[in-house]
């Protein structure tokens, strides 16, 4: 492509932008002739002689070579941006429990408004939320195994755990309760009386802080019906594991926050509830920056800071389903 002028021609690259074009200008040779005297020759003192003809090119100038420069630019504004969004979002790994229950998502509005940080939940039982957060794929946790929490922290992996709030877990079943339960005096009384009548039992099997607690209970007996025929372990979270045992027609051990969430699509019952064996607590931990240095340590810690907060209690405290409370805060004792 040729430029305005004839000239001097001017050469484009015709796919970049017009703010990035530089033009790139050839120069024509130039002509050096001695004693002033043309190219052709000239005479003098009746000879003829000829000049010798010089020709110099201008140094050419290192070329900025446009789409490199624009490359540079755009990954730089990139990057830019992706620093800001790494320094104002957070991982979270929770339990299934605190999403289905809802209470979750009340708390993340909030937070996120409050503070502009992005939250990104990974949601799994809280043996598989421990694991991401050993393997430092998350930021911190909120999950609800006491031993298993301090088990974590212990080793090093994780630091400054948090009560955030609890409930309790109840056990739902058939509305003939076939195995009786209904009169039990403790939890462990129940599961021995549906091993007695070797009644369906549905565990969720997934080491979560709900299959941990019903592995207490068994041990308390004492007894193991992992390879029980009555006993079937469904590896689901709580919610399906709740659906799975209800079309079964089944015990089960389910968190009140998911019953209450879910009890209006089951066909089961509670039909034991109250044992100071069956309080659930939750517990946030923050992955150690000293183990992991690539997590996002402080937005991670002022997630921590706003769920222990007065507001985010009162959250916890107010959450209801159907007008039935779900959760009580740290707050309050149990």
């Not at 074009?21 to 024509?28: C, D, M, R, S």
């Not at 940080?117 to 949601?123: K, Q």
């Not at 955030?164 to 009786?180: K, Q, S, Y």
Request: aromatic fraction near 8%; charge should be positive; hydrophobic fraction near 35%.
């Amino acid at each position: 492509m040729r430029g305005a002028h004839d000239g001097a021609p001017c050469e484009y690259l015709g796919n970049v932008p017009k703010l990035l074009q530089f033009p790139i200008f050839k120069t024509p040779p130039t002509t050096f002739r001695p004693n002033g005297l043309s190219g052709r020759g000239s005479r003098s003192s009746g000879s003829v002689f000829m000049t010798k003809t010089t020709t110099l090119r201008r140094r050419e100038e290192p070329r900025v070579r446009p789409h490199l420069l624009l490359l540079f630019v755009t990954l730089s504004a990139l990057v830019a941006c992706d620093r800001g969004n790494v320094a104002r979002s957070a991982k979270l790994g929770s339990t299934t429990s605190t999403q289905n229950s809802g209470i979750l998502d009340e708390l993340l509005q909030a937070f996120q408004t409050e503070s502009g940080i992005r939250i990104d939940v990974i949601t799994a039982g809280t043996g598989q939320a421990l694991a991401l957060g050993r393997r430092g794929d998350v930021d911190i946790v909120l999950v609800h195994a006491r031993d298993l929490e301090d088990e974590f922290v212990e080793s090093g992996h994780g630091i400054n755990r948090q009560t955030v709030m609890w409930n309790d877990f109840v056990i739902a079943g058939p509305r003939g309760d076939p195995a009786t339960i209904r009169s039990a005096k403790t939890a462990a009384e129940c599961l021995k009386q549906i091993a007695g009548k070797r009644h369906l039992f549905v565990s969720r099997g997934d080491e979560s802080g709900t299959h941990n607690r019903e592995k207490k209970l068994w041990a308390s007996i004492p007894m193991s019906p992992d390879k029980q025929d009555w006993y079937t372990s469904t590896g689901f979270g709580m919610g399906r594991c709740l659906l799975y045992a209800s079309d079964k027609q089944g015990y089960v051990l389910v968190d009140r926050g998911t019953w209450l969430a879910f009890e209006d699509r089951t066909e089961l019952r509670i039909l034991f509830e109250g044992d100071a064996a069956l309080k659930n607590e939750y517990g946030a931990i923050l992955v150690n920056p000293a183990r992991h240095s690539h997590v996002h340590a402080e937005s991670a810690r002022q997630l921590l800071q706003f769920l222990v907060s007065p507001k985010a209690q009162r959250l916890i405290d107010d959450f209801r389903i159907r007008g039935e409370r779900l959760f009580h805060s740290a707050q309050v004792g149990g």
